[in-house]
C-alpha cells in the first residue's frame, strides 16, 4: 500500500451507533488531518496532528473524537451522529506543517447517518 | 465570510479550448497558495505558491500567484476530456499550523 489509505469506503450508521473510521499513511509524514467534505461546501478541517500531539481543534462537536497513536495511523471516532454529519470525510498528511505544507488526501469515507 | 472565493463556480467547455480559473482571498500573512485537483474523492496536489508574480508550470497546467491584488489563477490550455474535475484553491493560513482555508472550488467540464 502505498499513500494514504481509508477505512471504510462507505459507512451507514444510525444516530445512536459508535464507530470509527480510520486513517493511514506510508510516506513517513509527521502530521496527519481530518477533513470533511458536505455537498456545496468547502473542504472544512476538522482536526490536525502534529508529531501525534493535537494542535488545532476548530470547536467540532464533542461527538467527533480523534485519535492519532502514532505518526502513520490516525482515527475518527464517531458517536451519536446527526443526519446533518452525513458527508465525504477526507484524511490527509503531510511532512510538517510549515511554508509547504503540501497535503496528500486519502480517498475518503462516504458516511451516512440516517 | 468566504476567506478564499473561487469563479466562476463551474464551467463547461470543449476539448481544445483554454480555460482560466480564479481564486481571489482576504488574508494577507498566509504561508503559501496550493491547487489541486478532485476528480472523484481525494483532492490531489497540483502547484504551491509562495512568491507573486512566478509562474509554475505543469504540462498543459500554469498557476501565477498575485500577492498585491489577492488573487491566483489556474490556466489550463488546450483541455481535454480528463481535465474535467473540481478543482480548489485552499491558503497555508498562518493563524494555525497546519491550517489549510479551502474555498468551494470550480467544477469545470470538458465535452468531447
Known amino acids: 500500500e502505498t499513500g494514504v489509505t481509508q477505512t471504510p469506503r462507505h459507512l451507514v450508521m444510525g444516530m445512536t451507533n459508535k464507530k470509527s473510521l480510520k486513517c493511514e499513511q506510508h510516506l513517513g509524514h509527521n502530521a496527519m488531518y481530518w477533513y470533511k467534505q458536505s455537498a456545496k461546501k468547502p473542504l472544512e478541517l476538522m482536526f490536525v496532528?502534529?508529531?501525534?500531539?493535537?494542535?488545532e481543534n476548530n470547536s467540532v462537536p464533542s461527538r467527533f473524537s480523534p485519535e492519532c497513536p502514532n505518526s502513520s495511523h490516525l482515527f475518527l471516532h464517531l458517536h451519536t451522529l446527526q443526519p446533518e454529519d452525513s458527508a465525504l470525510y477526507l484524511c490527509?498528511?503531510?511532512?510538517?506543517?510549515?511554508?509547504?505544507?503540501?497535503?496528500?488526501f486519502g480517498p475518503g469515507t462516504r458516511l451516512t447517518v440516517l | 465570510e468566504d476567506k478564499v472565493v473561487q469563479s466562476p463556480l463551474s464551467l463547461v467547455v470543449h476539448e481544445g479550448d483554454t480555460v482560466t480559473l480564479n481564486c481571489s482571498y482576504e488574508v494577507t500573512n498566509f504561508r503559501s497558495l496550493l491547487w489541486y485537483k478532485q476528480e472523484k474523492k481525494a483532492p490531489t496536489f497540483l502547484f504551491m505558491l509562495t512568491s507573486s508574480g512566478i509562474e509554475k508550470k505543469s504540462g498543459r497546467l500554469s498557476s501565477i500567484l498575485d500577492k498585491k491584488e489577492l488573487f491566483s489563477i489556474l490556466n489550463i490550455t488546450a483541455t481535454q476530456t480528463g481535465d474535467s474535475a473540481v478543482y480548489l484553491c485552499a491558503l497555508n493560513y498562518g493563524g494555525s499550523q497546519g491550517n489549510l482555508i479551502f474555498g468551494k472550488g470550480t467544477k469545470l467540464s470538458v465535452k468531447p
Open positions: 496532528y502534529s508529531l501525534e500531539e493535537r494542535v
Open positions: 490527509a498528511s503531510s511532512q510538517g506543517t510549515g511554508i509547504g505544507n503540501e497535503q496528500f
